[in-house]
């Protein structure tokens, strides 16, 4: 008989660390193989995201800083972290109509009725500053509303009723202004330190960025989950994972580089947060998901119980108060108001900024985000033909080639997405 003992196997040994880095390499490599098919997929289906002006905007600051070194010095940086805000609001407003597939054409004059109106109340009558701030921002918003039941009730484009409000609100501002030409705003006041006023305390801009980064994983992970209980399609969990440390590295270099100047502008945190609000309005609200339904078709969002109406008065209500905002800032930069606020290449900027950024001319696709990146890139252009000395007419020359090579793509990517029965 066969002892007992003999008919017993041995245990496999464990595999040791050396043995399991192979594995670990294949399923990185695998990982990596994945994400580089989904993004092709994503390409050729149309689905650019904002990878286009990311790439224009490493070349902007990769040209300017081998043209001086200067240029992505802390205080460079800091200085056009302010200089993209006023100009920055106001685009964030025209995102909204982009989104519906229109165009206002008033924010510059309503951005320098707004700063108008601020300055005459506060500085010509004794208005305290924070009801002259109210005031300002609410005929904003009144002018926007004008125009959007105009637009609404009419069924005049946009752009037409928007044109006539240009006028309109340009010769109301300088009626108001009257023959003063240039009223100056108090240095040390409130609407003075929107642009001037810093967080020197290192751990006011490594909080907003700690604060920012968890609420990237946050909404991530949050929206997973809904998605996986839905049974939908969702990002992974690796996937939130190098997304949120790309927005932490992104975050971090930030403060960093602000603390190395005078800290964390003021202006700017108002700004980022500005925009994540109204961000949150147009993904998760109601009001959001009309928006971005009237975009796809009027019609198509009448049948769908949408109040047309109620939803493009108030897109270009939302575009009034952000132009009034806007102009604030932009009178804050330089204290003071005259009869060229809100004039000049302004409106052309401000639109520049929403679709370079990624926000589509056909409607229906966008996020406030895209004019942050949008601006900063016009932005960054200007302060490196300023810090290089180049002319100013090249200035305009580069950016109109950048706002037509975003048009091409955004054209280029509706095609692509008709074709593949996404659009």
Request: net charge positive.
């Amino acid at each position: 008989m066969r002892n007992r003992a003999d008919n017993t196997r041995a245990e496999p040994a464990a595999p040791t660390a050396e043995a399991r880095q192979p594995h670990r390499a294949r399923a990185v490599a695998r990982a990596v193989e994945g994400w580089v098919a989904a993004f092709r997929r994503k390409v050729s289906a149309g689905e650019l995201g904002a990878l286009p002006v990311v790439l224009v905007l490493a070349a902007v600051w990769i040209t300017f800083e081998a043209l001086n070194e200067n240029f992505l010095s802390p205080r460079n940086l800091s200085n056009l972290s302010v200089d993209i805000v006023g100009t920055g609001m106001i685009a964030v407003g025209i995102v909204f109509v982009l989104l519906i597939g229109e165009l206002d054409l008033s924010v510059g004059s309503v951005s320098g009725l707004a700063a108008v109106v601020f300055a005459v109340l506060n500085v010509n009558n004794g208005v305290p500053e924070w009801l002259a701030l109210i005031l300002a921002v609410l005929a904003g918003t009144a002018a926007g509303t004008v125009q959007g039941f105009s637009f609404a009730k009419t069924r005049v484009p946009a752009f037409v009723v928007t044109l006539a409000g240009l006028l309109t609100w340009n010769g109301v501002m300088l009626s108001i202004l009257g023959n003063s030409g240039t009223v100056n705003l108090d240095e040390n006041g409130l609407v003075a330190k929107l642009t001037s006023y810093y967080f020197t305390n290192d751990g006011a801009a490594y909080g907003l960025a700690a604060v920012s980064t968890g609420m990237v994983f946050l909404v991530s992970y949050l929206a997973r989950r809904r998605r996986t209980v839905a049974g939908m399609p969702h990002r992974s969990l690796r996937g939130i994972a190098v997304r949120t440390g790309g927005v932490a590295v992104i975050a971090f270099a930030s403060a960093y580089v602000l603390n190395q100047f005078q800290g964390l502008p003021l202006a700017l945190l108002i700004f980022l947060m500005v925009v994540a609000g109204l961000d949150v309005v147009l993904r998760r609200t109601h009001y959001g998901r009309h928006v971005y339904a009237l975009g796809g078709g009027v019609e198509a969002a009448r049948r769908a119980s949408v109040s047309v109406t109620r939803v493009q008065t108030a897109v270009l209500a939302v575009s009034g108060t952000m132009a009034a905002v806007g102009g604030l800032f932009l009178a804050s930069r330089i204290t003071s108001v005259s009869q060229s606020s809100g004039s000049g290449v302004l409106l052309l900027n401000v639109i520049a900024a929403a679709v370079i950024g990624g926000t589509s001319l056909f409607g229906g696709r966008g996020t406030t985000w895209s004019a942050v990146l949008g601006i900063l890139v016009i932005q960054s252009i200007a302060s490196g033909m300023a810090i290089t000395d180049t002319p100013a007419a090249l200035q305009f020359v580069i950016t109109g080639g950048v706002l037509f090579a975003a048009v091409v793509i955004d054209s280029l990517s509706r095609r692509s997405q008709e074709a593949h029965g996404r659009a």
